[in-house]
């Protein structure tokens, strides 16, 4: 049957001829031997997808015969979706679900880095909770109350930009919180008892409340031009719509000034919080640089 379009190939199919569209894009060259690389698809197969795809997308694809490659044609305009986080992982760590030995990435990249990554043993108990809708028992090192047995309800995986949390319900406490996974020790997942209606996740207040935090360009910026076209802003602004849960963990990786004057060292805090108002509640608003609880504002 002839292909005519991608939605009448099968999802392997489509995921390989994405990966042609990556490599024009993005590399600016694909062969045989680069899809034979990624799916381990024999020579034959790697041929009819290059075929299929001149034919989805002819104006895309040219073959360059000196270097017996494809390559992007003048007129190329993408098919597939290919989103930015997505691409720049790729580029930059390769395509990491296979077997065997890590993928260095398409193009040199440096990162800062992580310096507590969770253990594996541990990430893997919480998830299958998390997946399984399942308590976990464990031992936990707070900062502020020390070593404790716990016992608890993960609904989901938290990244701060420095470390990963979870968020869960605590028996213990009986409240909505991130636990820190570096922290949690010997995590066992109970096979018994049902998790209560108050330990839902849509009983979170803090997960299931909406925060819009509307960011502009610090005043004391002398470029704030340069400020909205980094940080991507439309008439010299950025809306983010973020849970109250991570707010101050956005606030704070982004580091943006909170204060009430904004007076926090602009070489340092580029952006500004328009309306610190907005975190009024939200519990981890302490993380969130400079910012003053209204009662806490002189007048």
């Not at 290059?50 to 002819?58: K, Q």
């Not at 909770?129 to 047995?149: C, D, E, P």
């Not at 076209?229 to 909170?258: E, T």
């Not at 519990?283 to 969130?288: H, K, P």
Request: glycine content about 6%; some cysteine.
């Amino acid at each position: 049957m002839e292909i005519r379009s991608i939605e009448d190939m099968n999802q392997a199919q489509r995921e390989r001829l994405a990966f042609i569209e990556f490599r024009l894009w993005f590399l600016g060259d694909v062969g045989r031997p680069d899809l034979m690389d990624r799916f381990g698809i024999a020579p034959a197969v790697a041929t009819r997808d290059l075929a299929a795809y001149r034919e989805v997308a002819p104006q895309n694809i040219d073959f360059d015969g000196s270097r017996k490659v494809y390559v992007p044609a003048a007129g190329f305009k993408a098919i597939f979706e290919h989103e930015t986080d997505r691409v720049l992982s790729a580029l930059s760590r390769g395509f990491g679900e296979g077997l065997g030995k890590s993928s260095s990435g398409f193009l040199p990249c440096e990162f800062p880095l992580r310096l507590n990554q969770p253990p594996l043993a541990a990430l893997a108990t919480i998830t299958r909770a998390i997946h399984q809708r399942r308590a976990v028992r464990l031992v936990y090192h707070s900062l502020n109350t020390g070593v404790s047995k716990r016992e608890v309800v993960p609904f989901a995986l938290v990244d701060s930009g420095l470390r990963w949390h979870v968020r869960v319900f605590d028996r213990k406490s009986q409240e909505f919180r991130d636990m820190v996974i570096t922290r949690m020790e010997r995590p066992v997942m109970l096979d018994d008892g049902d998790i209560a209606a108050h330990e839902q996740l849509d009983q979170d207040i803090q997960w299931t409340r909406i925060v819009e935090l509307e960011l502009v360009p610090h005043p004391a910026q002398p470029r704030p031009e340069i400020v909205a076209r980094d940080f991507g802003m439309k008439g010299g602004r950025l809306v983010l719509n973020v849970r109250a849960a991570i707010a101050g963990y956005v606030l704070q990786q982004w580091s943006v000034d909170c204060s009430p004057d904004h007076s926090l060292e602009p070489t340092r805090y580029r952006l500004r919080l328009k309306d610190s108002l907005v975190l009024y509640g939200v519990e981890n608003s302490v993380l969130a640089p400079g910012y003053q609880a209204p009662s806490k504002i002189k007048s």
